[in-house]
């Protein structure tokens, strides 16, 4: 069965402190794996899509890396505004919804001035 | 203009009230999709429209009742629903239902309360 654990569940950061979010994921063959940012009562707005190990992409303070076995969200000197709830989802080779997608439960990031 | 709009954002309503969540999306993508996202659960696929016809129900009660009229605007009806129903109900297009690498990219969500 594919799964996808988040951690830490919450997180709270001084501004200008990186840090990292981890997304560990368990699938018969990996497809993509997605990060999503969702605001407090919005809907989650995408942030990448990484294929395969090694893979790198940035944006603006974000960096997304993958491997076999997990992918990180890493946050380099936040500010306020990047508090926010990030998702990780995963689509793999079979099986999953018809959506193909497989989501964890979020990382609740805070981020104070 | 948001990529996909979603009205009502917020919804109360009695256990015995007709409702409808309506969602259209500007996007030019052949597949939409209703989402429940409740608290500290991951977000739960509730139906799949590619090209205006259902192609995934997973198993959710009848009292949720989804309409696709065109692959411009998904609706889902609202009958009969239970306290525990109170949630974000988010909508969501991709450009096909499922293909690889298919980005989803969701709407603002409507917030159903049911008293």
């Known amino acids: 069965e594919d799964q996808v654990t988040q951690s830490p569940e919450a997180l709270r950061l001084q501004e200008g402190e990186s840090s990292s979010l981890n997304c560990s994921y368990t699938?018969?063959?990996?497809?993509?794996l997605f990060w999503y940012r969702q605001d407090p009562g919005k809907g989650p707005e995408f942030l990448f899509t990484l294929y395969s190990a090694g893979e790198e992409k940035e944006k603006e303070r974000l960096k997304a890396t993958l491997t076999k076995k997990e992918s990180f969200l890493h946050i380099t000197a936040p500010k306020p505004e990047d508090s926010a709830t990030y998702l990780c989802a995963v689509r793999p080779y079979s099986g999953g919804g018809a959506d193909g997608l497989t989501f964890g439960k979020g990382t609740h990031l805070i981020i104070q001035p | 203009e948001t990529g996909v709009t979603q009205t009502p954002r917020h919804l109360v309503m009695g256990m015995t009230n007709k409702k409808s969540l309506k969602c259209e999306q500007h996007?030019?993508?052949?597949?939409m999709y209703w989402y429940k996202q409740s608290a500290k659960k991951p977000l739960e696929l509730m139906f799949v429209y590619s090209l205006e016809e259902r192609v995934e129900n997973n198993s959710v009660p009848s009292r949720f009742s989804p309409e696709c009229p065109n692959s411009s605007h998904l609706f889902l009806h609202l009958h009969t629903l239970q306290p525990e129903d109170s949630a974000l109900y988010l909508c969501?297009?991709?450009?096909?239902?499922?293909?690889?690498?298919?980005?989803?990219?969701f709407g603002e969500g409507s917030w159903l309360t049911v008293v």
């Open positions: 996007l030019g993508h052949n597949a």
């Open positions: 699938v018969s063959g990996l497809r993509g």
């Open positions: 969501a297009s991709s450009q096909e239902a499922g293909g690889p690498g298919n980005t989803i990219y």
